[in-house]
């Protein structure tokens, strides 16, 4: 049984930094990709950033450039390191593993960004 746990939301001004972490229970972890979403309250959820289990990076175009997701293998934990934070970037923030056919998701993190 997968378990997803998000930390490090929290509240901050525009221009400032969060790093969300995301701590997996999955044993084989690193075999697998993982992603970051956001939902802003009335929008759907979208993608963030992805990281495959070879290391490879997508980002959504909107924090490009900004935004850097990295994993640690040894610590079943994904990161994502957000520089720049506009108030834009307002929402819940998830973690997400896709394994096989089903997807886990944890409970999110609140990222406020507001002077």
């Known amino acids: 049984q997968v378990q997803l746990v998000e930390s490090g939301g929290g509240l901050v001004q525009p221009g400032g930094s969060l790093r969300l972490s995301c701590a997996a229970s999955?044993?084989?972890?690193?075999?697998?990709?993982m992603g970051w979403y956001r939902q802003a309250p009335g929008k759907q959820r979208e993608l963030v950033a992805t990281?495959?289990?070879?290391?490879?990076?997508t980002y959504a175009d909107s924090v490009k450039g900004r935004f850097t997701i990295s994993r640690d293998n040894a610590k079943n934990t994904v990161y994502l390191q957000m520089n720049s934070l506009k108030p834009e970037d307002t929402a819940n923030y998830y973690c997400?593993?896709?394994?096989?056919?089903?997807?886990?998701w944890g409970k999110g993190t609140l990222v406020t960004v507001s002077s």
């Open positions: 997400n593993i896709r394994i096989g056919v089903i997807n886990y």
């Open positions: 999955e044993s084989v972890f690193g075999l697998y990709a």
């Open positions: 990281v495959t289990s070879t290391l490879s990076t």
